[in-house]
């Protein structure tokens, strides 16, 4: 079936960065595209980004442009998420998805990201 | 920024039609997508370019549009649709993808 499976959790200290890994299977990565999506407890969905995976191409919310990059190895179906410069309110669960159709319909599981000094 | 507004919360009661509003300024020009969320899950799409439906969602869930607004209805809900419903859309460009605030659904 059509999955996304992303990597554990992690536990950052202020100022680092922190990469999450998100592996597709079950469909054709190299004409998807992925999008990356953060949730603090109890707050809305916020999109960070997106990477069409054929091309490589990147959009990034202007929130996050100076502080996040999206790639992909399409060797290993995998998309990947590094965050930098990491602050408190950046305790969230990140979400990758991915679309098989016009729209996102295939979400991974979440990691959850916790930053404490 | 561009922003999409949803109400904060719906409440109806089973067998009863829920009807969640999104407004955003672009929305005559790029499609929305609705997702919904429970508890510790991650979200799932319900309705796609406003109105399509993707496989495996069930029939009572629909979408329309109109000018500034789109809609998702729920017909006939059920107590498993008790969840956060957020849409998801663009701004006029198509460069920056935001979400809504999210619509809480209760049944009563």
């Known amino acids: 079936q059509m999955q996304l499976v992303q990597s554990g959790p992690e536990v950052k200290k202020p100022g680092t960065s922190v990469k999450v890994s998100c592996k597709a299977s079950g469909f054709t990565f190299a004409t998807s595209a992925v999008q990356w999506v953060r949730q603090a407890r109890g707050q809305r969905l916020e999109w960070m980004g997106w990477i069409v995976v054929g091309s490589g191409d990147t959009n990034y919310a202007q929130k996050f442009q100076e502080r996040v990059t999206i790639t992909r190895d399409m060797s290993t179906s995998t998309a990947y998420m590094e965050l930098s410069s990491l602050r408190f309110e950046d305790t969230a669960v990140y979400y990758c998805a991915a679309n098989s159709i016009d729209a996102y319909d295939i979400w991974g599981q979440g990691t959850m990201v916790t930053v404490s000094s | 920024s561009y922003e999409l507004t949803q109400p904060p919360s719906v409440s109806v009661s089973p067998g009863q039609t829920a009807r969640i509003t999104c407004s955003g300024d672009?929305?005559?020009?790029?499609?929305a997508h609705w997702y919904q969320q429970k508890p510790g899950q991650a979200p799932v799409l319900v309705i796609y370019?406003?109105?399509e439906r993707p496989s495996g969602i069930p029939e009572r869930f629909s979408g329309s549009s109109s000018g500034t607004t789109v809609t998702l209805t729920i017909s006939g809900v059920q107590a498993e649709d008790e969840a956060d419903y957020y849409c998801?859309?663009?701004?006029?460009?198509?460069?920056?993808?935001?979400f809504g605030g999210g619509t809480k659904l209760t049944v009563l």
């Open positions: 370019k406003d109105n």
């Open positions: 998801q859309s663009a701004d006029s460009s198509g460069t920056y993808v935001v």
């Open positions: 672009a929305l005559p020009k790029q499609f």
